[in-house]
Each structure stands twice: as structure tokens, then as C-alpha cells.
């Protein structure tokens, strides 16, 4: 409901009056031609009295600037900051432009609290085969642990989790591509064009083999909208 507000306002003349007075000439008294002095015979209050400040001298005479010959004790220092450049110039918030979303699925397929179900994702890369992590070497990365092989394994992921994590965050290549979310087994993989592809199973991975460029384009415009979805194939 829309609420008009009405003002009303009252508007208030000023009005001046001019009062004008007249006095009559015949009021007056006339005194004739004699003039008197008011001040005659009396003497002039000043007279015979000496300035007060004669004969005395500045205060200030002869007295030196107490700062002369003190140097600013600033001068010659420079500005901690001088030629310094602020390290965030430049760079553009790491945050900018992207939004956090909570979804029905985790971002990472994760079994038993574990990232691909413990899984070393390196060493599809270093040894060409699946290798199952340790427990103590672990990484937290996207909200879940990581397990490696080896410290080596570990240190490799950390200081770059995107070159080794697989894509569409572990789960099926093949069910990403016809819009389902499934999960997957370490034999069922293949890296392609530096990334690590899993699959849900040997046929599905058979599948994915067969039309794999294409299946690629699919799933890439269905991921990560799957991850809302209410059925997690096992």
C-alpha cells in the first residue's frame, strides 16, 4: 500500500509600519550669541602624565631564537615506505567473481571421508597405473582429504592440485556426459590431454572410449549442475 504524505504550509507577511515624528520649531529655546567653553578652567587630564611604556626596553631585546642553530631532528630521515610498492597492486582478489555454493553433492567424490576413495591421484601420472595413499600422507585440498603414496606424491599435488585432480571432481566422465552423477573405480581411467578422466566401471569406460572429444563437450556443459542432483549412482 502506497502512503501520500500532504504538507500544508502557511504562509506568514511581514508587514513593516513606519512611524514618523515631527517636532515643532516653536519648542525650541533660543540663547543668544554667547558661546561658553565647557572645558574652560579645567585642565587636561593627561597632561603632565608620561606614557607608562617610556624608557622601557623589549623583554625580548637582545635575546636569541631559543630554536637557532637546532637542526629539524626529521631532517635527512626518509620514509620507510619510500620506493616501496604495495604487493597487492595489481592483483585482482582471488575471490572476485566467484560465488560459493553449497550443493547436494560434495564437489569431490569422496568415500570413507576420502577423496576418490584414498586413491593417489599422482600416480596415474608418475607410475601410469592407480596406487592406493597413506595415511600419512595426506592433503586437504576442496574440502577433502587426499591420500598419497609417497611425500614426493604429496608435495607434487600440493603445489598444483589442478594438474593432477581428475576432472569433474573424480566422478564418472561417461555419466557426466548424459547429465547423471555416478561414482567410480581407480582401474577405470585414461588421461587425456593432461587430465586424469575416471569412469564409473569397465563398461563404462569402454563406452567412454568410443566417442571420447564429444562425450568431453557434454559433460563439460552439464558439470557442476549434476552435483545438485538427488540420485548418486553406485
Known sequence: MKIKYLATFAAISLLSIG????????SATTLGTTKVAV???KTNPCAAKTNPCAGKTNPCAGKTNP???KTNPCAAKTNPCAGKTNPCAGKTNPCAGKTSKVTRNSAIYTENGLALDGQDVVSYFTEGKP???KKQFTYGWKGA???FSSAANRDLFAKNPE???PAYGGYCAKAASDGNLATTVPTAWEIRNGKLYLNYSAEAQQEWLQGTSQLIVKADRNYPK???NETLFR
Open 39 to 41: 572645558c574652560a578652567g
Open 67 to 69: 630554536c637557532a642553530g
Open 131 to 133: 596406487v592406493t595413499g
Open 145 to 147: 582429504n587426499w591420500q
Open 226 to 228: 549434476i552435483l545438485n
Open 19 to 26: 512611524v514618523a515624528s515631527a517636532y515643532s520649531s516653536s
Open 163 to 165: 594438474k593432477y585432480a
